[in-house]
């Protein structure tokens, strides 16, 4: 029985990193852009006003859904030097 219960978690946990994956191919995409138009218009690829603002945010959000908002801020980390390469 409690194979069973957790078979049925663990699929919905591999959906779940099925999307998440599939996010994160949305978000670069969007970054590619990004990159494209900064390199275009002569704009730094690292805005520190925005990247402020974006911490803050999903810090926020962490912490109203129970998350440790240190995890979120060491993901946001990866995740902002990834996207910074992929603009350059």
């Known amino acids: ?3 069973n219960e ?3 978690m663990r699929l919905e ?4 990193d099925s999307e998440i994956v599939q996010l994160f191919a949305k978000r670069f995409e969007i970054v ?3 990159g494209t138009l900064k ?5 730094e690829i690292v ?3 925005r990247w402020k ?3 803050e945010k999903v810090e926020n959000l962490a912490e109203k859904n129970g998350i440790s908002t240190e995890f979120i801020h060491e993901i946001y980390e990866k995740i902002h030097d ?3 390469e992929l603009e350059k």
């Not at 946990?13 to 779940?16: F, V």
């Open 1 to 3: 029985m409690i194979e």
């Open 82 to 84: 990834y996207a910074c």
């Open 53 to 55: 603002k974006v911490l």
């Open 13 to 16: 946990i591999d959906k779940i």
């Open 47 to 49: 805005d520190k006003n």
């Open 6 to 8: 957790l078979e049925k």
């Open 32 to 34: 590619r852009k990004i």
């Open 39 to 43: 390199k275009a218009n002569g704009v």
